[in-house]
């Protein structure tokens, strides 16, 4: 069982940066890929950034959208994944969802534990 807490959003001027944090509870964190999601209001909550875990090696996968701008990461000895956030843009407003999965992947189903999600704004 894992349980996640997301935290770090808020209000930004476009060109803004943020951190977002997502700390896991349970032994097992280090093996888990770690994701992060986003969805607008009225939209489908879409794939934005994932970090494998210990048996993928750790690699990192980014959507199309936030490639170059979103840097995800972790710390396994904290049991926490960040996802910074920087020359932000109006269409990255939405609510942002941490999630854990047993393989690396950008498929939303395919992600078993979530967190409550956390309001990024940015304002034009």
């Known amino acids: 069982q894992v349980q996640l807490v997301e935290s770090g959003g808020g209000l930004v001027q476009a060109g803004g940066s943020l951190r977002l944090s997502c700390a896991a509870s349970?032994?097992?964190?280090?093996?888990?890929?770690m994701g992060w999601f986003r969805q607008a209001p009225g939209k489908e909550r879409v794939f934005v950034a994932y970090?494998?875990?210990?048996?993928?090696?750790?690699?990192?996968v980014y959507s199309d959208s936030v490639k170059g701008r979103f840097t995800i990461s972790r710390d396994n000895v904290k049991n926490t994944v960040y996802l910074q956030l920087n020359s932000l843009e109006p269409d990255d407003t939405a609510v942002y969802y941490c999630?854990?999965?047993?393989?690396?992947?950008?498929?939303?189903?395919?992600?078993?534990?979530w967190g409550r999600g956390t309001q990024v704004t940015v304002s034009s």
């Open positions: 349970g032994r097992t964190f280090s093996i888990y890929t």
């Open positions: 970090i494998g875990g210990y048996w993928s090696g750790g690699g990192t």
């Open positions: 999630a854990a999965a047993q393989r690396p992947s950008v498929v939303t189903t395919d992600y078993g534990y």
